[in-house]
């Protein structure tokens, strides 16, 4: 086994379900619904079918203390399983061309590469070839928004 992607931890966004709408926006969130295709759930790792309720919230993807941290809008929705797939991506990200971003256990950047729709599995295992990356973070390359963590197995 070469890798595993993970989705977020539904409880970390569960409480902003109940939250008002000046609660939310206090947090840099907003609600929305899902309007067709493009609304891909950090959670499930999973496409929100249209019509489905959705949060749209700031979320720091990179917590490392170094010049590499980040923060992008992501969405979640509501009652989903965490996703977790073993040595294989899912849709969102084999459908997508992704900005993949290579960390070592520091949180400094290592290297990246582009994937094509098709190629994120292959990219992502040319990335583990290298020793010093433990993790890496997948990226929609046109809109810079954070994916999923990739992390070694």
Same mark, same amino acid.
């Given at each position: 086994?070469?890798?595993?992607?993970?989705?977020? +931890?539904?409880?970390?966004? &569960? %409480?902003?379900?109940?939250?008002?709408?000046?609660?939310?926006?206090?947090?840099?969130?907003?609600?929305?619904? &899902?309007?067709?295709?493009?609304? %891909?759930?950090?959670?499930?790792?999973?496409?929100?079918? %249209?019509?489905?309720?959705?949060?749209?919230? $700031?979320?720091?993807?990179?917590?490392? #203390?170094?010049?590499?941290? +980040?923060?992008? +809008?992501?969405?979640?929705?509501?009652?989903? #399983?965490?996703?977790?797939?073993?040595?294989?991506?899912? +849709?969102?990200?084999?459908?997508?061309?992704?900005?993949?971003?290579?960390?070592?256990?520091?949180?400094?950047?290592?290297?990246?590469?582009?994937?094509? %729709?098709?190629?994120?599995? &292959?990219?992502?295992?040319?990335?583990?070839?290298?020793?010093?990356?433990?993790?890496?973070?997948?990226? $929609?390359? #046109?809109?810079?928004?954070?994916? #999923?963590?990739?992390?070694?197995?």
């Amino acid at each position: 086994m070469v890798y595993r992607v993970g989705g977020l +931890a539904a409880e970390a966004f &569960a %409480p902003l379900f109940d939250m008002s709408e000046a609660e939310l926006a206090a947090r840099r969130a907003r609600r929305t619904v &899902a309007e067709g295709s493009g609304y %891909p759930c950090r959670i499930s790792l999973e496409e929100a079918a %249209p019509g489905e309720a959705l949060i749209l919230v $700031n979320h720091v993807s990179q917590e490392a #203390a170094t010049p590499f941290r +980040a923060a992008h +809008a992501i969405y979640v929705r509501k009652d989903v #399983a965490r996703g977790s797939f073993t040595d294989a991506v899912p +849709a969102i990200l084999a459908t997508r061309t992704l900005g993949l971003r290579a960390f070592d256990r520091e949180g400094m950047l290592r290297g990246a590469l582009l994937a094509p %729709p098709g190629e994120a599995d &292959a990219r992502i295992r040319e990335l583990f070839e290298r020793p010093e990356v433990a993790e890496i973070h997948a990226h $929609n390359a #046109a809109l810079g928004c954070f994916l #999923a963590r990739i992390e070694r197995n």
